[in-house]
């Protein structure tokens, strides 16, 4: 190897560690450092921690484009989504729902805590979970960006209610929204909870972004994006963190169903065995081991872990 090809890698780097300053200027805005509205700065620490999410997604594909995948792109890439995906989203979720309640305020912490143990361990998994013959049309748990994103789209749709109570301007949506404002904050701890439970789970996610680009679009697929189409236009406010906890949790409550509900249904109503053995409906859970990667694909591109 040549001078020129050990050249680093500038372009990708950049992107990666793009990713880094994002997470950490969402934990500083969410520290309201900037003395501002909160409700402001919690807004843009949300929106940084999507950002992050852009250069998570990019500086895999900028690393393959200019032929500069190398294990160093890969781990770096895990440093700075322990950072973006791990502790600013535990410590947003810890500003936004924050309590005067001592136990409360303890409870908290031991979720973020959580949270960030789970999201490490996610990362790691990832890492050392690689195989050279898988496609990787899907996730051994709760990707840690989606996981991130879940619990900052909160946040963005309180601001949004509030936004809309300024214009209205209406006693009775001040109430309203007052009291989502209130729920939003009591709901989100246990949201993080389920999502950092998934994390480390094994139950099956599908891999949306390499479904789409490789040409897999099924019916059901369509009817989901005019769906979503549809809800952007008639709630706006609520559509990130619908869209969120759709893939978070769709996954799972569609395994559980096909674990339990339809092994009970198949039980009373047996169909005849395939050749292959058991008539039974594949379930979502992931028992068969490890999910494996493909490194050539994904050197420098941990935006699935």
Request: hydrophobic letters at 50%; charged letters at 15%; aromatic letters at 12%.
């Amino acid at each position: 190897m040549n001078r020129r090809e050990k050249v680093f890698a500038v372009l990708p780097t950049m992107l990666t560690l793009g990713n880094a300053v994002c997470g950490f200027g969402a934990i500083t805005f969410a520290a309201k450092w900037s003395g501002g509205d909160p409700a402001l700065s919690l807004f843009i620490a949300s929106c940084l921690i999507f950002l992050s999410m852009v250069f998570d997604a990019l500086d895999g594909s900028a690393a393959r484009l200019t032929k500069q995948t190398s294990e160093f792109g890969a781990q770096l890439d895990s440093l700075c989504d322990a950072i973006s995906f791990g502790a600013a989203p535990a410590f947003l979720m810890l500003q936004f729902s924050q309590s005067r309640d001592l136990l409360h305020l303890r409870l908290l912490w031991w979720i973020a805590a959580l949270y960030v143990a789970c999201a490490v361990l996610r990362l790691a998994r990832f890492n050392v979970e690689t195989d050279e013959d898988d496609a990787h049309d899907a996730f051994s748990g709760l990707p840690s960006p989606a996981a991130a994103g879940t619990v900052a789209s909160f946040p963005i749709m309180a601001f949004g209610f509030r936004h809309l109570e300024d214009a209205a301007n209406d006693k009775l949506w001040e109430r309203v929204a007052t009291w989502l404002d209130t729920w939003t904050a009591n709901v989100l701890p246990f949201i993080t909870l389920a999502v950092a439970c998934l994390m480390v789970s094994r139950i099956r996610y599908a891999h949306l972004v390499n479904q789409l680009i490789r040409g897999r679009r099924p019916r059901q697929h369509l009817i989901q994006v005019v769906f979503a189409i549809a809800v952007m236009f008639v709630m706006p406010q609520v559509s990130v963190p619908l869209f969120c906890c759709w893939f978070a949790f769709g996954a799972p409550v569609k395994a559980l169903w096909n674990e339990s509900v339809m092994r009970w249904w198949y039980r009373g109503h047996p169909r005849p065995a395939t050749a292959g053995g058991s008539a039974l409906p594949e379930t979502g859970w992931k028992n068969d081991g490890p999910t494996s990667i493909n490194p050539a694909d994904h050197d420098n591109d941990m935006d699935d872990a």
